[in-house]
């Protein structure tokens, strides 16, 4: 059996939605004559784009140094975690059987444990193991607006579920053969961290790093003032800044479902699926924003909230000091705010 057929979309082609709800924000500056300049470097990598943004003007060999440091970090991450090449790490362990323990690289390891950490702390609305069920409804790579029928979901049961695997000191067992691993909603967030921790090993102190919209900041802009970012306001047409977020030596990521989604007789499915019952979410929650130390928890519990929804994510959120930021949408067709105390507290 080919797992790439099996298993959940390749990142690549995953790139436009993942663009448009990792994206969810807008880097915002104001720019004075005497305001030293901004040094801004991009790319492509991890099957998306990433920018560099950086406080003052470093000449152009330094510029090509940086670079290099930058796509050689992420180069290691897409040999590690990706599932759109045959010979990545990632695609070897859903490849293998797994009866025994298979062994994890450091990276993949550590990339992991975190998910399945945030998998518990969740009560399981993050699960790297959810994959199948995405394709079921029709947004994996065989795009179709279906809702499958509950044969189906029974059938893939045995697959999914984040006890499906247990990870240890020697590696990885898989409890059926079967189960495909996806970190797609964890990997770019790791990226970033892994890239600021090479540049600042490099003496870079001022940045901000983008990776498919996964965010980190560090030290401050070139007005010398802490990054500020916009949360997009949830339209499938306009983009408009909905708040403005003070970033300080912080990461951040979005997660949505109001562009990836499709109705059948007038009911939306979103593409956001509770691997807990194996259904679309049906709730207001339009998107939610975290803020964390690590990008790739910010990343992976932006997922996480935006699975359990306004009430249970909220509620979940505020216990766990998570600084997180909803919009809800309302009966009048509207949007309203919610936000943790954590987060009234960065700005």
């Known amino acids: 059996m080919d797992p790439r057929k099996q298993g959940p979309p390749p990142l690549r082609k995953m790139i436009l939605p993942a663009l448009f709800v990792g994206g969810l924000f807008y880097v915002t500056f104001t720019r004075t004559p005497e305001a030293p300049a901004q040094a801004v470097i991009g790319g492509e990598a991890l099957g998306t784009t990433w920018t560099l943004k950086l ?73 790297v193991t959810v994959g199948p069920l995405v394709n079921a409804f029709g947004f994996g790579p065989d795009k179709r607006r279906i809702v499958p029928e509950p044969a189906v979901l029974e059938a893939l049961a045995p697959r999914v579920g984040q006890d499906k695997v247990e990870l240890t000191e020697g590696g990885l067992t898989k409890a059926h053969p079967d189960v495909f691993i996806d970190l797609s909603a964890i990997a770019k967030g790791y990226a970033v961290d892994l890239v600021v921790e090479r540049l600042e090993a490099e003496g870079e102190k001022n940045l901000l790093m983008e990776v498919g919209g996964e965010i980190v900041a ?14 997009e306001r949830p339209s499938e047409t306009l983009r408009t800044v909905h708040e403005v977020v003070v970033l300080k030596d ?68 505020e216990a766990m000091r998570i600084p997180a930021y909803f919009i809800v949408r309302t009966d009048e067709g509207d949007f309203e705010s919610r936000s943790t105390t954590a987060f009234q507290a960065l700005n």
Do not use: K
């Not at 330094?62 to 970090?73: C, E």
């Not at 994890?104 to 990339?111: A, F, K, Q, W």
């Not at 949505?256 to 259904?279: F, K, M, N, W």
């Open 250 to 317: 912080a990461a951040m990521a979005t997660s949505g479902d109001y562009r990836q989604y499709y109705e059948v007789d007038g009911q939306r499915v979103s593409h956001l699926i509770d691997p807990r019952d194996a259904q679309p979410v049906i709730h207001t929650l339009a998107s939610v924003t975290v803020v964390a130390a690590q990008c790739a928890t910010a990343d992976a519990w932006a997922t996480a909230l935006s699975i359990l929804g306004p009430d249970e994510g909220l509620s979940r959120a």
């Open 55 to 127: 406080t003052g003007t470093p000449d152009e060999a330094r510029q090509a140094a940086l670079t290099a440091v930058v796509s050689a970090a992420l180069e290691e991450v897409d040999q590690s975690m990706s599932t759109y090449r045959d010979d990545s790490e990632l695609m070897a362990l859903n490849a293998a059987e797994g009866v025994t323990p298979i062994p994890l690289s450091p990276m993949l390891g550590r990339v992991l444990g975190e998910a399945l950490d945030v998998g518990v702390a969740s009560s399981g609305a993050f699960d």
């Open 218 to 231: 560090r030290g401050v802009n070139h007005n010398g003032e802490p990054w500020r970012l916009g949360i």
